[in-house]
């Protein structure tokens, strides 16, 4: 007899991808066990393994949805139409505002990706990079000149200004939407003075 799936076990797997979130964020990967995963959870060890067959796979589950929302949450901007200045504004307002309650997944990223498989790693480095480039795009717009024909520096400026919103992300982790729309703005005004001169 095939086993039905509970009406409510997307709400259960959302709680136990962001508890385990803290609980990885808080303990290390390393050092988190499932049993505290199911414990911090509130439920059975057991229950834990009905949704995932290992901790590898909660890992893997955990990084690819938190990705996959990133990605499509910058994909969905509306930029059409609008000059590199405004478009970088509303992507970097749209990052850190995607990253507001999904710190300890992003602290997770940034220490657990090299923890899987060289396969699996592949195709999450594939959801990043697309959000890389696209920053990276209107980076090069803003300064073709300079940036349109050196991708070492391209490269450079990009990985510097994902570089602010990364430390804003860990070190702001309870900064609201409003904050996080100053922040954007200050880092795009940083970029565009500081691309112009390079």
């Not at 901007?77 to 609008?82: D, H, R, S, Y």
């Not at 220490?111 to 209107?138: C, H």
């Not at 702001?172 to 200050?186: F, I, Q, V």
Request: glycine share 8%; with cysteine.
């Amino acid at each position: 007899m095939v086993r039905t799936i509970a009406r409510d076990h997307g709400e259960k797997r959302q709680h136990i991808l962001r508890t385990a979130a803290r609980v990885f964020a808080e303990q290390g990967y390393d050092r988190a066990s499932m049993n505290l995963v199911a414990q911090e959870c509130g439920v059975s060890k057991a229950n834990i393994y009905h949704y995932y067959d290992s901790k590898d796979a909660l890992l893997l589950d955990l990084l690819q949805g938190h990705l996959t929302a990133l990605r499509d949450r910058v994909a969905a901007v509306p930029l059409a139409g609008l000059e590199p200045e405004e478009r970088l504004h509303l992507i970097l307002r749209e990052i850190l505002l995607a990253q507001q309650g999904g710190e300890d997944e992003h602290k997770i990223l940034l220490t657990g990706l090299a923890l899987i498989g060289a396969e699996e790693q592949k195709a999450l480095r594939q959801l990043q990079r697309e959000v890389v480039d696209q920053v990276s795009a209107i980076l090069r717009d803003l300064a073709p000149e300079s940036l349109g024909t050196d991708r070492a520096k391209l490269r450079a400026v990009t990985m510097s200004v994902f570089g602010m919103l990364n430390w804003y992300t860990m070190w702001k982790p309870n900064a609201g939407a409003g904050a996080r729309e100053t922040y954007a703005r200050l880092v795009t005004d940083f970029a565009l003075g500081g691309v112009r001169g390079i």
